[in-house]
């Protein structure tokens, strides 16, 4: 209910869509219910006294009852298609806008597939439980209350019946739908360890290949295939015992009501137009009944996704994002860590332990590591995509944190790990480092990034499109891209994340050569793996386990002979100390 | 009034599923038809059983109204107390057959239906088994999963439901028409009159709604996929503080989608109405002739009780029609797609007097191999090498020089088009394939792990391997020490493609696996690219011990790791332009010496 009320507010813009909608159906319902009324009273009067007139205008009415509840069905399926598309478009609308503005560490936890599920399909059915809500949850309820209504206050004699038969139905009905729901819950894992079988088959075809696991897999399919077959078997034959149950029931209450209403007819208590009305309204009955329960049924299954919805949008952001408004300042680029420390989980082990290193601008400093040393954690924090737990950085003299993040994050050429592309021209994501960019500093920053020799052997050249996830190029080219967007701002602050892991050993010094040749005034942080990738940087960083376990410069690092040198050895340097 | 209980599953209203947008056709209905025909095997008795009954249900059906007329006429009306019960009592005995043996009819058509797509799911998983990597190379994941999902779950739907229904809907109009003629022609018209009427209106309503479906599924489609590269690029896109720019790029698509949403849907929400007047205006047309009729005297109010029902009844078979018949046709289209796997035939098979193996002794020769994966460009040309039992071969050159194709010629992943491969001087494609594979342990580029756990991922590479064996294969690999330290050790469950673990864990593992695989080849396909330089060399201490008397090939980035080769080729556009051990190729100051010397200076 709280999160019905949280979402409240964007259906307020069309809250007198949402409220004439089932106003209308109101109308629309009336209309169906008056009919067999009429026709009783065609039966009764008309017939039973050869009453022209009375049949024609009574007709007349019939058609003319029939005419008005058309239009408000067609304006209320006009109005509550309106209200349900205008508001998941407004909810989604919003719920971008907040996605957008989330930090790096909102989206770590809340899971990047999570909010692609929460703007994809939650919104979906939330849209979806609207519009059934205005529509049908309106009509089913009334056609069902109203024809109680319109029998008790004409055929009371045989609403005994209605006494009886509803609340059989009720009961079918709530069994059924109870367990199946269990049932269809059962049939739904079924379907996905079927899928992840068949995913994962054809992912890995080739380790199932080589391994000859064929009949293995198979026999592995086999289970999950026959267990589904099973579990679809025992809930579709359960809803389809529904039906026949439903049948009969409705179908006894019927005999039942010729039956009794024969006796009544025979005490000349009522007519048998009223026979004929009640049975129109015991099929009206089922009809409202059925509806409603099917409906609810889709809309209860809304109710985690308004949660899910809600939940992002409640989401506090933990650092502010880019305010385009910012005035921007050239930055100089002096950058140093003072006993930072960082943690993802908060509250398990430190990723980053007391690191303090200073960088001045147009220096170039090396950082190297094995796998899971805090490496790609210290350079986000350059960029602030996460905020320390503890410690402080500043650039040129000024905490991190007292700068707009747009200012800030403008005067950082960052090139990460992943080469993420987006669709559209290469020229467009090479520009998404500087907006208004020339095309010589597009081709400039190209040619630095050693990517000018793929580009111009396409034929759209810097105009070729990518594909979603740039599927049309190669991982080396991908990254060569990657770093053209960072180069093309001449940043005060360059760092690259082991992004030059998919390029030749050629294309890498030409990139490295650039660097030191043009960015001579930034302040350059290099990650990677390869010592040949940090031979000449100013100083060299070695990390361990989250802690700065050396620094220096290559040489000094080797005199050492410790954690750098095996690193050294192990990448195939000579056991000789180089000459200094 | 007896098959209200269908119309009200069919009377729901709201956006229901049915605009998926433009159907496909079959191609060959007919063959396809049959094909699903013959598939149903020794269910056709009980599905010829189900079939009878829906034609005895559908009759049933018609007899309940009729004789509810019959009653108010010659019962009710005369006050004939005991003939209304005596009929009320037949006319309770139709009902309860009739809900009997409409049970009876879904039971088995339900049963029928499930157990044959069981077997076409499993049927066609097992063809994708047996088709080569040239196949997949063709198509799409996506696609192929839709033909084991989609094509097969639509399949279904017709079958257990779909087709029964056209059946009764067809059986029913036929039935209807029959017993209003034979009750009054008159009347028999004037509720027939609003049928043609119904079918135009719906099938206008439903052209203009799926024409505009079409719109609001690719504005959608176009939006998610926005929003998925945006969301999955979240990183970058703050890190350029480009936000706004994809808010309004957003906002510019969210609004075609409401536009484009808003017509769809609402042309589809006058479906409800309209057929819900078309039902009124027949049902007034019927009583108000029915009444003037009656008023001169030649109907009775019995009869305008049975047309009343009958003109009910006849609303849902049309309004369903156009719906199930396009059900109906995407379900055999989409059988038509699966069959087409069906009929592939994989390109590289068993000769027919293949030789089995149990044991290679490892000698293994290329001689003039050519290969390419199309047409259009050969990836290895003439290549020749011989690797002898025991020896390590290294295949070193830059990405795209055919060291992996290789690795895939060898065990027959892809069969040649020029020269010949030998293992112990026989060709491989003498061999049978399994026994091949089975000889040839490999670790692949692409560490593919499956769902399950960390022991049965590893147990993969020996089905009958024994929890020491796993753990010290692991132990081998150096994942042991990574693998203690997880939640439930070797027990812990990893999802499909190994998501929750590092790619060097994921290296590590795939390490494992093939460590414990018995074979006599061993393949290493840039096994450690993503474990650090340390680990490497551990694994590779490890490793000595596994590669002690079997051949091995080894392609690796890092050369370090393979100065220790026997013979290194060195490859470069689809040829081997060096070959030699470490020393000599230095010596020869080539393109190997070019290599070398570049990973290590600027």
Same mark, same amino acid.
């Given at each position: 209910?709280?999160?019905?009320?949280?979402?409240?507010?964007?259906?307020?813009?069309?809250?007198?869509?949402?409220?004439?909608?089932?106003?209308?159906?109101v109308?629309?319902?009336?209309?169906d219910?008056?009919?067999?009324?009429?026709?009783?009273?065609?039966?009764?009067?008309?017939?039973?006294?050869?009453?022209?007139?009375?049949?024609?205008?009574?007709?007349i009415?019939?058609?003319?009852?029939?005419? !008005?509840?058309?239009?408000?069905?067609?304006?209320?399926?006009?109005?509550?298609?309106?209200?349900?598309?205008?508001?998941?478009t407004?909810?989604?609308?919003s719920?971008?806008e907040? $996605?957008?503005?989330?930090?790096?560490?909102?989206?770590?936890?809340?899971?990047?597939?999570?909010?692609?599920?929460?703007?994809?399909?939650?919104?979906?059915?939330?849209?979806?439980?609207?519009?059934?809500t205005?529509?049908?949850?309106?009509?089913?309820?009334l056609?069902?209350?109203?024809?109680?209504?319109?029998v008790?206050?004409?055929a009371?004699?045989?609403?005994?019946?209605?006494?009886?038969?509803v609340?059989?139905?009720?009961?079918c009905?709530?069994?059924? !739908?109870?367990?199946?729901g269990k049932?269809?819950?059962?049939?739904q894992?079924?379907?996905?360890?079927?899928?992840?079988?068949?995913?994962?088959n054809?992912?890995?075809?080739?380790?199932?290949?080589?391994?000859?696991r064929?009949?293995?897999? !198979?026999?592995q399919?086999k289970?999950?295939n026959?267990s589904?077959?099973?579990?679809?078997?025992?809930?579709?034959?359960?809803?389809?015992?529904?039906?026949?149950?439903?049948?009969f029931v409705?179908?006894i209450?019927m005999?039942?009501?010729?039956?009794?209403?024969?006796?009544?007819?025979?005490?000349?208590?009522?007519?048998?137009g009223v026979?004929?009305?009640? $049975?129109?309204y015991?099929?009206?009955?089922?009809?409202?009944?059925?509806?409603?329960?099917?409906?609810l049924?889709?809309?209860?299954?809304?109710f985690?996704?308004?949660?899910?919805?809600d939940?992002?949008?409640?989401?506090?952001?933990?650092?502010?994002?880019?305010?385009?408004?910012?005035?921007?300042?050239?930055?100089?680029?002096?950058?140093?860590f003072?006993?930072?420390?960082?943690?993802?989980?908060?509250?398990?082990?430190?990723?980053?332990?007391?690191?303090?290193?200073?960088?001045?601008?147009?220096?170039?400093?090396?950082?190297?590591?094995?796998?899971?040393?805090g490496?790609?954690?210290?350079?986000?924090?350059?960029s602030?995509?996460?905020?320390?737990?503890?410690?402080?950085?500043?650039?040129?003299?000024?905490?991190?944190t007292?700068?707009?993040?747009?200012?800030?994050?403008?005067?950082?050429?960052? $090139?990460?790990?992943?080469?993420?592309?987006?669709?559209?021209?290469?020229?467009?994501?090479?520009?998404?480092?500087?907006?208004?960019?020339?095309?010589?500093?597009i081709?400039?920053?190209?040619?630095?990034?050693?990517?000018?020799?793929f !580009?111009?052997?396409?034929?759209?050249?810097?105009?070729?499109?990518?594909?979603?996830?740039?599927?049309?190029l190669?991982?080396?080219?991908?990254?060569?891209?990657?770093?053209a967007?960072?180069f093309?701002?001449k940043p005060?602050i360059?760092?690259?994340?082991?992004?030059?892991?998919?390029?030749?050993?050629?294309?890498?010094?030409?990139?490295?050569?650039?660097?030191?040749?043009?960015?001579?005034?930034?302040?350059?942080?290099?990650?990677?793996?390869?010592?040949?990738?940090?031979l000449?940087?100013?100083?060299?960083?070695?990390m361990?386990e989250?802690?700065?376990?050396?620094?220096?410069?290559?040489?000094?690092?080797?005199?050492?002979?410790?954690?750098?040198?095996?690193?050294?050895?192990?990448?195939?340097g000579?056991?000789?100390?180089?000459?200094? | 009034?007896?098959?209200?209980?269908?119309?009200?599953?069919?009377?729901?209203?709201?956006?229901?599923?049915?605009?998926?947008?433009? %159907?496909?056709?079959?191609?060959?209905?007919?063959?396809?038809? &049959?094909? *699903?025909?013959?598939y149903?095997g020794?269910?056709?008795?009980?599905?010829?059983a189900a079939?009878?009954?829906?034609?005895?249900?559908s009759?049933l059906?018609?007899?309940?109204?009729?004789? *509810?007329?019959?009653?108010?006429?010659?019962?009710?009306?005369?006050?004939?107390?005991?003939?209304? *019960?005596?009929?009320s009592?037949?006319?309770?005995?139709? &009902?309860?057959?009739?809900?009997?043996?409409?049970?009876?009819?879904? &039971?088995?058509?339900?049963?029928?239906?499930?157990?044959?797509?069981?077997?076409?799911?499993?049927?066609?998983?097992?063809?994708?088994?047996?088709?080569s990597?040239?196949?997949f =190379?063709?198509?799409?994941?996506?696609?192929?999963?839709? +033909?084991?999902?989609?094509?097969?779950?639509?399949?279904?739907?017709?079958?257990?439901?779909?087709?029964?229904?056209?059946?009764?809907?067809?059986?029913?109009?036929?039935?209807?028409?029959?017993?209003?003629?034979?009750?009054?022609?008159?009347?028999?018209i004037?509720?027939?009159?609003?049928?043609p009427?119904?079918?135009?209106?719906?099938?206008?309503?439903?052209?203009?709604?799926? @024409?505009?479906?079409?719109?609001r599924?690719?504005?959608?489609?176009?939006l998610?996929?926005f929003?998925?590269?945006?969301?999955?690029g979240?990183?970058?896109?703050?890190?350029?503080?480009?936000?706004?720019?994809?808010?309004?790029?957003?906002?510019e698509?969210?609004?075609?989608?409401?536009?484009?949403?808003?017509?769809?849907?609402?042309?589809?929400?006058?479906?409800g109405?309209? /057929?819900?007047?078309?039902?009124?205006l027949?049902?007034?047309?019927?009583?108000?002739?029915?009444?003037?009729?009656?008023?001169?005297?030649?109907?009775?109010?019995g009869?305008?009780?049975?047309?009343?029902?009958?003109?009910?009844q006849?609303?849902?078979?049309?309004?369903?029609?156009?719906?199930?018949?396009? /059900?109906?046709?995407?379900? *055999?289209?989409?059988?038509?797609?699966?069959?087409?796997?069906?009929?592939?035939?994989?390109?590289?098979?068993?000769?027919?007097?293949?030789?089995?193996?149990t044991?290679?002794?490892?000698?293994?020769?290329?001689?003039?191999?050519?290969?390419? &994966?199309?047409?259009?460009?050969?990836?290895?040309k003439?290549?020749?090498?011989?690797?002898?039992?025991?020896?390590?071969?290294?295949?070193?050159?830059?990405?795209?020089?055919?060291?992996?194709?290789?690795?895939?010629?060898?065990?027959?992943?892809y069969?040649?088009?020029?020269?010949?491969?030998?293992?112990?001087?026989?060709?491989?494609?003498?061999?049978?394939i399994?026994?091949?594979?089975?000889?040839?342990?490999?670790?692949?580029?692409?560490?593919?792990?499956f769902?399950?756990?960390?022991?049965?991922?590893?147990?993969?590479?020996?089905? =009958?391997?024994s929890?020491?064996?796993?753990?010290?294969?692991?132990?081998?690999?150096?994942?042991?020490?990574?693998?203690?330290?997880?939640?439930?050790?070797?027990?812990?469950?990893?999802?499909?493609?190994?998501?929750?673990?590092?790619e060097?864990?994921?290296?590590?593992?795939?390490?494992?696996r093939?460590?414990?695989?018995?074979?006599?080849?061993?393949?290493?396909?840039?096994?450690t690219?993503n474990?650090?330089?340390?680990?490497?060399?551990?694994?590779?201490?490890?490793?000595?011990?596994?590669?002690k008397?079997?051949t091995?090939? %080894?392609?690796?980035?890092?050369?370090?790791t393979?100065?220790?080769?026997?013979?290194?080729? %060195?490859?470069?556009?689809?040829?081997?332009? @060096?070959?030699?051990?470490? +020393?000599?190729l230095l010596?020869?100051?080539?393109?190997?010496?070019?290599?070398? /010397?570049?990973?290590?200076?600027?």
């Amino acid at each position: 209910m709280n999160t019905i009320k949280s979402l409240y507010p964007y259906l307020k813009p069309y809250k007198w869509l949402a409220l004439f909608a089932p106003l209308l159906m109101v109308i629309e319902v009336l209309a169906d219910l008056l009919q067999p009324t009429i026709m009783q009273h065609i039966i009764d009067y008309g017939i039973a006294n050869n009453n022209q007139t009375y049949v024609i205008t009574r007709s007349i009415l019939m058609l003319m009852l029939a005419l !008005i509840g058309l239009a408000a069905g067609i304006v209320c399926a006009i109005l509550s298609t309106k209200a349900a598309v205008n508001f998941s478009t407004d909810i989604r609308k919003s719920l971008f806008e907040k $996605i957008e503005n989330l930090s790096n560490s909102n989206r770590d936890k809340l899971g990047t597939g999570h909010l692609i599920t929460v703007m994809t399909n939650d919104v979906t059915s939330v849209q979806n439980a609207l519009n059934m809500t205005l529509k049908v949850l309106v009509r089913g309820p009334l056609l069902f209350a109203g024809s109680i209504v319109i029998v008790l206050l004409t055929a009371r004699s045989l609403f005994p019946i209605i006494v009886v038969v509803v609340p059989i139905l009720f009961l079918c009905i709530w069994f059924v !739908i109870t367990k199946a729901g269990k049932l269809f819950k059962k049939v739904q894992q079924s379907v996905d360890r079927v899928n992840t079988k068949v995913q994962e088959n054809l992912s890995g075809m080739r380790v199932v290949k080589a391994y000859v696991r064929e009949s293995y897999e !198979i026999n592995q399919f086999k289970e999950a295939n026959s267990s589904l077959t099973r579990a679809n078997m025992s809930a579709v034959q359960l809803i389809s015992l529904l039906m026949p149950v439903i049948l009969f029931v409705v179908n006894i209450g019927m005999v039942a009501t010729l039956w009794l209403g024969g006796l009544q007819v025979e005490a000349g208590k009522i007519e048998a137009g009223v026979i004929l009305a009640f $049975i129109n309204y015991l099929t009206i009955i089922l009809n409202g009944l059925m509806s409603s329960s099917m409906v609810l049924m889709q809309i209860t299954r809304a109710f985690p996704s308004a949660e899910r919805i809600d939940s992002v949008l409640k989401t506090k952001i933990d650092i502010p994002p880019a305010n385009s408004a910012a005035q921007i300042n050239r930055l100089k680029g002096d950058l140093s860590f003072q006993n930072v420390t960082y943690s993802y989980s908060k509250n398990g082990e430190n990723v980053l332990k007391d690191i303090s290193f200073t960088a001045r601008h147009g220096e170039t400093i090396g950082i190297i590591g094995s796998t899971g040393s805090g490496k790609s954690t210290l350079a986000k924090l350059i960029s602030r995509l996460y905020d320390p737990d503890g410690g402080e950085i500043f650039v040129d003299g000024k905490n991190l944190t007292d700068y707009d993040v747009k200012e800030l994050r403008s005067s950082i050429g960052f $090139i990460p790990q992943k080469a993420t592309l987006f669709t559209g021209t290469i020229d467009m994501n090479i520009r998404m480092g500087k907006d208004h960019a020339s095309s010589s500093e597009i081709e400039d920053a190209a040619d630095f990034a050693c990517a000018t020799e793929f !580009i111009e052997k396409l034929p759209e050249r810097y105009e070729y499109p990518l594909t979603r996830g740039a599927t049309n190029l190669s991982g080396g080219q991908k990254q060569r891209l990657s770093i053209a967007r960072a180069f093309v701002r001449k940043p005060a602050i360059l760092v690259i994340d082991d992004a030059t892991s998919a390029l030749d050993a050629v294309s890498e010094a030409q990139v490295l050569k650039h660097l030191k040749e043009e960015f001579a005034d930034a302040t350059v942080i290099i990650i990677a793996s390869k010592i040949s990738s940090l031979l000449h940087a100013d100083h060299i960083i070695v990390m361990d386990e989250g802690k700065i376990a050396e620094q220096g410069t290559h040489e000094e690092l080797l005199r050492y002979r410790s954690l750098y040198y095996d690193i050294y050895l192990a990448q195939g340097g000579k056991e000789v100390l180089p000459s200094e | 009034m007896n098959n209200q209980g269908k119309n009200q599953m069919s009377s729901i209203r709201g956006p229901r599923g049915m605009m998926k947008g433009p %159907v496909v056709k079959p191609k060959n209905a007919k063959k396809t038809l &049959y094909r *699903i025909w013959s598939y149903m095997g020794k269910r056709k008795p009980p599905l010829a059983a189900a079939i009878i009954l829906v034609i005895v249900t559908s009759l049933l059906n018609l007899l309940g109204p009729y004789l *509810i007329g019959v009653i108010i006429d010659e019962h009710i009306i005369p006050k004939d107390i005991s003939g209304t *019960i005596r009929m009320s009592l037949i006319l309770a005995g139709i &009902y309860i057959t009739t809900s009997l043996l409409t049970w009876l009819q879904t &039971y088995l058509m339900v049963n029928v239906s499930f157990t044959t797509i069981g077997m076409l799911r499993q049927d066609l998983f097992a063809k994708l088994q047996t088709l080569s990597l040239r196949f997949f =190379d063709k198509r799409a994941h996506g696609e192929l999963m839709s +033909r084991v999902t989609n094509d097969i779950d639509n399949l279904n739907n017709a079958l257990s439901q779909s087709v029964i229904q056209a059946l009764s809907s067809i059986l029913s109009l036929v039935g209807i028409t029959i017993a209003m003629f034979s009750l009054n022609w008159i009347l028999a018209i004037i509720t027939l009159i609003v049928i043609p009427l119904m079918v135009i209106i719906v099938r206008q309503i439903l052209k203009r709604s799926s @024409e505009n479906f079409v719109k609001r599924q690719k504005d959608l489609g176009e939006l998610n996929g926005f929003v998925e590269e945006a969301i999955s690029g979240g990183e970058v896109v703050t890190l350029f503080s480009k936000e706004k720019d994809f808010l309004t790029v957003f906002n510019e698509r969210n609004e075609q989608l409401r536009s484009s949403a808003t017509k769809a849907e609402t042309f589809s929400g006058f479906l409800g109405p309209v /057929t819900n007047f078309i039902n009124n205006l027949g049902l007034a047309l019927v009583i108000g002739a029915g009444a003037f009729m009656a008023v001169q005297g030649s109907v009775t109010v019995g009869m305008i009780a049975s047309f009343v029902n009958y003109s009910r009844q006849f609303s849902r078979p049309i309004s369903q029609m156009a719906n199930l018949v396009n /059900t109906i046709l995407s379900a *055999i289209a989409g059988a038509e797609r699966v069959f087409a796997i069906m009929d592939e035939q994989p390109d590289v098979t068993n000769k027919p007097n293949a030789l089995s193996v149990t044991k290679f002794a490892g000698d293994v020769a290329f001689e003039n191999v050519s290969f390419g &994966y199309n047409d259009e460009k050969m990836i290895l040309k003439d290549v020749t090498l011989t690797a002898k039992k025991g020896e390590m071969v290294a295949l070193v050159g830059p990405t795209g020089s055919g060291k992996t194709t290789i690795i895939n010629l060898l065990t027959r992943f892809y069969d040649i088009s020029n020269g010949d491969i030998k293992i112990d001087g026989r060709s491989i494609s003498d061999y049978n394939i399994h026994d091949l594979r089975n000889r040839i342990g490999i670790v692949l580029q692409d560490t593919y792990l499956f769902s399950g756990t960390i022991a049965d991922n590893i147990r993969f590479g020996r089905l =009958d391997a024994s929890d020491e064996e796993v753990k010290s294969a692991a132990k081998m690999a150096n994942a042991h020490s990574f693998i203690k330290h997880l939640p439930q050790q070797y027990n812990t469950v990893i999802s499909a493609g190994g998501g929750n673990l590092s790619e060097g864990q994921k290296q590590l593992l795939s390490i494992a696996r093939a460590m414990l695989s018995d074979c006599d080849i061993l393949i290493l396909d840039e096994a450690t690219s993503n474990i650090d330089t340390k680990t490497e060399i551990d694994i590779q201490r490890g490793m000595s011990n596994l590669l002690k008397g079997k051949t091995s090939f %080894v392609i690796a980035h890092r050369l370090k790791t393979i100065e220790n080769a026997d013979q290194i080729l %060195v490859l470069k556009d689809g040829q081997i332009i @060096e070959e030699g051990n470490h +020393r000599e190729l230095l010596e020869k100051q080539g393109f190997y010496h070019k290599l070398y /010397t570049q990973q290590f200076t600027i």
